[in-house]
């Protein structure tokens, strides 16, 4: 529908109710400023969210008893607190009312009136006085309703202004329990992982000290592309190369007997003495800070961070948060990186320990990519990220069977060797604005003593591993 369209119908909406175009518009404004031009929930629920956020101000303005305060602040350029959204210093929470009672339009200028104390404030540090908390702090509930009823939740910003992009989490149904963990933008160690991090580990043969500028604007690749068989593995325009992601993708899906590497004593399959065996996976490897050229190096795609649009929203099939984004990507786009704690193989399996052993979602990633070589990797070496209480965006992806949009790719950035790494996730097809973003956890769902717990899969794909599993248990 063309954007004009778009409003009019906005208008019908807003006009059976009697409310004012010139306040309306303001409101209409500054949600489509939240939600990234996307209009999908504004006009879900027959325009819940604008009424519901058109009313809320009518309340502040009873509140400051300023009676011409919508158009005042409009023609001032300024909002009145609860609209300043984007605002990462002002983040806050909406928690609304149900429309799903109400016919009339006199009766929904009625609810929505009686909604007005159910509204809430994020404060500076990113706790809540809603409940949302962006920490792993119990979140506080100041909050009082009337009435129990169906909200309608939004953070502008889960990330708190550390991402180049703010991502915004939404909740239409306002029923969900708003999750609670730390926002990082990079990977951090727990405690006792190793991670050896040092320029004089840089040989020359690991940077590239002699160029200047953008790599990708020389004819002769330098050093920096030898992991990518002397090519780089992006394009001029940021995406990565075509055959570069088809090889990663193939060995993903199809992955042959010599993509394996075996353990003589394997971490993960210790208590089952025979290693199931690691994929010898394809890495990129980005310039750095011993390299000559500068940040906007075209082989420093992953180390610049998130510039996608992305949003965290409530999934229908049971998965729990799931990500989108709100805009197109195409092919080979760089999404985000898989950030948590840098955890010990042995961390984790105390760690797990000592969960209360029924936690709904798991947000670990083992770094496998050291396994297999000569050297026997004991579980106090071994590392893995976790984001249980600490990560990214990244966290709030779904898992889906062989098919997933996203793909992940391992990444050298600061370190010569493949003990630690980056875990980056990159598109594996055009993505379309609002679609769902997933990646193959890789999960083995009959392999239930794994440290990473396999859950039972609603992926939707006709691939599904778990499904296939099901039907054949069922048969048997
Ligand atoms: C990394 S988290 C993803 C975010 C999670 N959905 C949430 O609400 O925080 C992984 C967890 O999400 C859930 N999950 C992910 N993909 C799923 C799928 N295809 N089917 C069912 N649950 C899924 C599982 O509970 C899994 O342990």
């Keep these: 529908m063309a954007k004009n369209e778009r409003v009019r119908k906005a208008f019908d909406a807003t006009r059976a109710l009697k409310l004012p175009d010139e306040e309306v518009k303001l409101v209409l404004k500054h949600l489509l400023k939240l939600f990234d031009n996307n209009w999908e929930p504004i ?75 159910d509204v809430t404030f994020l404060n500076k540090n990113g706790s809540s ?25 939004i953070i502008p910003d889960i990330t708190k202004g550390t991402e180049n992009v703010e991502i915004s989490l939404v ?30 580990r840089l040989a020359d043969e690991d940077c590239c000290s002699g160029c200047s500028g ?9 050093a920096c592309a030898q992991e990518t068989g002397g090519e780089f593995a992006y394009t001029s325009e940021g995406q990565l190369r075509e055959e570069f992601l088809k090889a990663c993708m193939s060995m993903k899906l ?23 065996g690691h994929m010898v996976r394809k890495f990129i490897k980005e310039c750095w800070r011993k390299c ?26 049971g998965k729990g948060w799931g990500v989108k984004t709100l805009r197109d990507l195409p092919k080979g786009t760089f999404v985000c990186e898989y950030v948590g704690e840098i955890l010990t193989n042995t961390e984790l399996f105390v760690r797990n320990s000592k969960g209360s052993g029924d936690e709904r979602h798991t947000y670990p990633v083992t770094l496998d990519a050291d396994w297999g070589s000569e050297k026997i990797l004991k579980d106090e070496e071994a590392l893995c ?47 379309k604005a609002s679609e769902e973003l997933t990646w193959d956890y890789g999960i083995d769902f009959d392999d239930h003593e794994h440290p990473i717990k396999a859950f039972k899969c609603s992926c939707g794909s006709k691939f599904c591993r778990d499904q296939k599993r099901s039907s054949v248990q069922v048969s048997l």
């Design 129 to 153: 006085s809603s409940g949302y908390s962006n920490s792993c702090k119990k979140p506080q509930q100041q909050h009082v309703t009337c009435e129990k009823k169906n909200s309608f939740q």
């Design 385 to 431: 990220l976790d984001a249980t209480l600490c990560g990214n965006v990244a966290r709030f992806i779904n898992h889906r069977c062989f098919d997933a949009s996203l793909i992940d790719i391992p990444v050298e950035v600061e370190t010569p060797d493949r003990h630690y790494y980056h875990l980056a996730l990159f598109t594996t097809r055009d993505v």
């Design 254 to 276: 199809e992955p042959q007997e010599h993509h394996f590497v075996y353990c003589l004593d394997c971490p993960l399959e210790r208590s089952k003495r025979k290693c199931k």
């Design 43 to 117: 006009e879900a629920e027959d325009y819940r969210a604008l009424i519901d956020a058109y009313f809320e101000l009518k309340e502040d303005k009873g509140k400051d008893g300023c009676e011409d305060a919508v158009v005042e602040h409009g023609e001032s350029g300024k909002l009145p607190k609860r609209l300043r959204l984007p605002d990462p210093e002002d983040q806050v929470s909406f928690r609304k009312g149900s429309t799903s009672q109400v016919s009339s339009p006199k009766e929904k200028k009625r609810r929505n009136v009686s909604l007005q104390q």
């Design 214 to 222: 953008d790599c990708l604007s020389v004819p002769i690749p330098c």
């Design 171 to 200: 909740d239409v149904t306002g029923k969900k329990e708003l999750p609670k963990f730390t926002y990082m933008r990079d990977n951090i160690i727990y405690q006792h992982a190793y991670v050896h991090i040092s320029l004089a």
């Design 292 to 317: 000559g050229c500068n940040m906007q190096c075209g082989n420093r795609v992953v180390q610049r961070g998130i510039t996608c649009k992305l949003q965290v929203f409530w999934t229908r099939e």
